[in-house]
């Protein structure tokens, strides 16, 4: 019974790595395919768009990889060994999703976002007639 439970979650774990990957390779493809799309009128807009269209899939395909590496290393036998292999995965890959996180929004995840005035909404005032 456990035995094939271990089987399944395996199965469970390596679909859902082929799914991070894919979430990455499948991002890329619709960028470039942006890309092309506007090649006449490429202007540096576009390209912060695209740039940040290949990000945001390869930041969303390493949260399924980290999800993927935990639920294949919870089936195995917790050895300190593996445990410590999944402990610098999971931090190796946290590192990189805050890289990208910062690159592509300009601020750390805990700042708060910056407001401009055009994105307030207005303020009326309140006249208790």
């Not at 979430?23 to 940040?52: D, P």
């Not at 592509?104 to 700042?111: A, K």
Request: proline residues 5%; charged residues 15%.
């Amino acid at each position: 019974m456990i035995a094939s439970l271990v089987n399944y979650i395996n199965l469970i774990a390596r679909v859902v790595e082929f799914t991070g990957v894919l979430i990455m390779f499948l991002g890329l493809l619709f960028a470039l395919y942006k890309a092309i799309l506007s090649i006449r009128n490429f202007t540096h807009g576009v390209y912060v768009e695209i740039r940040q269209a290949v990000g945001r899939s390869i930041l969303l395909g390493l949260e399924v990889l980290i999800a993927a590496d935990i639920m294949a290393t919870v089936v195995t036998k917790p050895t300190l060994n593996s445990v410590l292999v999944l402990g610098f995965i999971v931090l190796i890959r946290t590192f990189l999703s805050l890289s990208l996180q910062v690159e592509l929004e300009g601020r750390f995840p805990w700042q708060k976002k910056l407001i401009t005035p055009e994105q307030k909404p207005p303020t009326t005032p309140i006249n208790p007639s």
